[in-house]
């Protein structure tokens, strides 16, 4: 009876030497870079949602109030003018448009004074101004100065976006800059367009 005689090789690890341990250690801490960044740019897209969210239901919640002021005095001044009876169609459309202007005017008034308030102004302006808006393409938002200041370091931050003073511009405006072009987020251009619509209805 025959024994095989079995050989064994030795196993060998190769160490590592300073340098492919350096180039390991650098490919672990660049991977660990990026994944922190992209989680940092996921984090602050999703905060700056929160924001953009939370100022537009601000701002929908004070147009709101102003749209229920100006319907309760456009349906006041309508009920007078449908009252006038005996009077001829030209004279009514001249008063229905003059008093669809003065309705415009009050209401204008009332929400400049509902905006008074230094923070629901600023507040206000920056929501029309980053509304819908894809804040990467955004250059800078211009806002008055005193709205400006009335906004805290944390929701400047949030929003992404760069903000110059321009003294220019009344309270409650703003202005949202693009490449090609700018969005008139000015409370004072919301108005005039409102004051169309409803004179083109009134007309």
């Known amino acids: 009876m025959s ?121 206000a302006a920056l929501a029309r101004a980053l509304e819908g808006v894809d804040t990467d393409l955004v250059q800078r938002v211009r806002m008055h100065p005193v709205d400006l200041a009335a906004l805290d370091e944390e929701t400047l931050r949030r929003a992404r976006v760069d903000f110059v003073g321009d003294a220019g511009l009344q309270r409650g405006d703003a202005v949202t800059e693009f490449p090609n072009g700018y969005l008139d987020a000015s409370l004072s251009g919301a108005i005039e367009r409102a004051r169309r619509a409803l004179l083109e209805d009134a007309g």
């Open 3 to 123: 024994t095989e005689q079995q050989t064994f090789s030795r196993l060998v690890y190769t160490a590592l030497g300073a340098t492919d341990e350096e180039q390991l250690n650098a490919q672990v801490e660049a991977r660990g870079h990026a994944a922190g960044y992209a989680a940092g740019l996921r984090a602050a897209a999703a905060d700056t949602e929160l924001l953009r969210r939370t100022l537009r239901e601000q701002h929908e919640d004070e147009v709101r109030r102003g749209q229920e002021r100006v319907n309760r005095t456009v349906a006041a001044l309508n009920a007078a003018v449908f009252s006038l009876e005996g009077r001829t169609v030209a004279l009514i459309t001249d008063m229905q448009d003059t008093l669809a202007a003065a309705a415009i005017e009050l209401a204008e008034a009332l929400l400049r004074r509902e905006l008074a308030d230094d923070e629901a102004s600023a507040r």
